[in-house]
Nanobody, 122 residues
Framework: QVQLVESGGGLVQSGGSLRLSCAAS????????MGWFRQAPGKEREFVTA????????RYADSVKGRFTISRDNAKNTVYLQMNSLKPEDTAVYYC???????????????WGKGTLVTVAS
């Protein structure tokens, strides 16, 4: 069992930055691929980014490429999402995800966090 707790969400102006963190319980963090998904009001949950177990590989949705960066610290059992040049359309609840399989797919993720709200004001 893996428990994921996100933090770092909030209100930011368009063009601003936020850094999300996701702390994982347990001693098997490095055994999981990690990722971030988001869900805007009235929309389905969508993939944002993911990172391999060692952190050596990443994948991004086209909508965030060049603006968002995912990273992980296996010693701290934590995955991060640095979000720059934020846009109003980035407003959503952001969810941390852990999965034994790659790529991460919303319908088959092993573990989810409860989410953190990011609001980007225009």
């Amino acid at each position: 069992q893996v428990q994921l707790v996100e933090s770092g969400g909030g209100l930011v102006q368009s063009g601003g930055s936020l850094r999300l963190s996701c702390a994982a319980s347990g001693r098997t963090f490095s055994s999981y691929f990690m990722g971030w998904f988001r869900q805007a009001p009235g929309k389905e949950r969508e993939f944002v980014t993911a990172i391999t177990k060692s952190g050596g590989g990443t994948r991004y949705a086209d909508s965030v490429k060049g603006r968002f960066t995912i990273s992980r610290d296996n010693a701290k059992n934590t995955v991060y999402l640095q979000m720059n040049s934020l846009k109003p359309e980035d407003t959503a609840v952001y969810y941390c995800a852990a999965d034994r399989d790659w790529p991460l797919i919303a319908g088959s993720v092993d573990y989810w966090g409860k989410g953190t709200l990011v609001t980007v004001a225009s």
